[in-house]
């Protein structure tokens, strides 16, 4: 589905953009960009001709499909079917309505009937929404023990996270003990093996699954077999998050084909699986016979992450106990009394917390002293970044690749980025480290800043880089700063940079200013000099095949105060569009 619907966009993108530029002259007030969803929809579920339009498609699009993909119902309350209306009229006026079409006043008349059910149909969406948005605040407004949102701040003033290679944290992963026994319990469970209502499996296949997985078999107990191997249950819980095993009908269950392949040799892979386990923390939390009880003590397990990592990774057992201790009192009113049952069960409430977390390799108990394993830190990170909580966290400096510190450092402060560059500059030759960050800005020709920080550090280490910029000199987007810098280097031979490698320059130049915002963008403008030289620049600028371009020429038609400059952009964008048709 995904490539028919890029196939669709791209086959549309012309029309649409020829819509814009007609709606602005004849259907002023328009909201354009509400088009693009009715004419893609139409083309995928209605017909293979763009241009042909019946009645029947018009209920097909904007009532049933529609309110099944619209992103914002408020605005397409407001416009959609105004904006419809003046996209079928350009269609009729430019002569674009395809031969067996409706005719214009019969699509006219059918958006009359159905604009008020479309209407309807979006506010009960922005109703359903509006919902949605007041239980998530209603949920958040309760705070539990496992949540991380009460220590967002402390958190938000911790020093940067180093965090390791992912081909050290697949190694890891592999060694994990609980996902080894998660792949056994599903190669144990087999093929269509049938599960039951009231316990997943038989008394006889709970002891055979136990013993599979080296587990302790209970003795004797009052209570059915199945409610006696909780460890049972996480481990089957988790082979299911892993997608290790899966239902294979009504009454039925099977391993995956891939589990019996388990360590993956891929590291991704290998780290997929475990990401897909990560929220099996919580089943670290104690398991009480009072189910109120067991409530309790919920999120005991994150509570102790979450506190490990305000320490920078490593916490005294004792006063970790003692505090978690009091949080479960402050929580719950029955907190006091389930961390007692807790301590009778386990000797510790924190033992099955720490006996999970170790089998996850995330982290690791010496000398009363818990520590995060590298893994467990990355965990942690995913973790509170699944809670909008945002961490400064950053590869490790000797795991940081040229993107990563490309990525990191156009986001840092300049003394911060200058820092982290110069630390990464410790452990590399120059002429490697040029070469290496001139590769990935070259990763993707869109990527405007990512590019210009690459030029700039690599401007910045001289003779050295000399090799690496002639080299660049063969990548399109590259070529610009390399001529330049050579010609400022003086090497014999250096092409002399040409009007097209300025103006290239000056594109990606406006293109971070744009995304900057609209004062930062016109001011960008100014800069490079008076009106009529920005007209002169733009009657030549739209030759230069920039990824940008004509995003760029529409921003500065809309954005640019002086009516010639707009006119001189408005008259660039079309030469762009053409060439590029």
Sequence with gaps: MTDRIEA??????PLLQDFILWARENAPGTDSNLVGPVALWHRLTASDDVSRWKRADLRKVLLERMPQVVEDPDAAADGMVPALRAYLTFLSETGRLSKGSSPLRDLMAELDRLEDDFVDAMEDLVAEQDDEEYDEEDEEEIEGLGDFEPFADDLAELPTIRLRPDAELARAVRRSPLIGK????????????????????TDAEITEAVAALGLPVPQGGDQPLSDRVPALWNIWNLAIDLDFLQPEGEDTVGADPDAADWPFEDDDDALDVWMAGLHSVDYGDPELDDEDATIALSGLTRALL?????????????ELRAELAEAAAEYD??????????TAKYGDPLNPVLDWLAGYGMAEVEHDQVRLTPLGMEGVVHLADDSDIELDARPAIDAMTAFDLLTFSAELPEEEADAEFAAWMELREPAKAARELLEAAAEDDADALIRVQAASMVGSLGEVAVPAWQEALDEPSLHPYAATHLAQLGVDDAPTPTQADTHWLILDMLTISAGLGRPEFVSSLDDIGTASSLVGLLDVIWKVPHPHLEELLEAIEQAHPDKQVGKAAKRALFKARSAHN
Excluded: F, K, M
């Excluded at 998660?182 to 190669?187: I, N």
């Design 8 to 13: 669709a966009a791209a086959e549309l993108r």
């Design 333 to 342: 009113e029955r907190g006091a009394e389930a961390w007692a049952a807790a």
């Design 182 to 201: 998660a792949r056994d319990l599903a190669l144990w469970v087999g093929s269509e093996r049938r599960v039951g209502e009231t316990s997943l499996l």
């Design 306 to 318: 979450v506190r490990i990592l305000l320490a920078s990774g490593s916490r005294s057992l004792p």
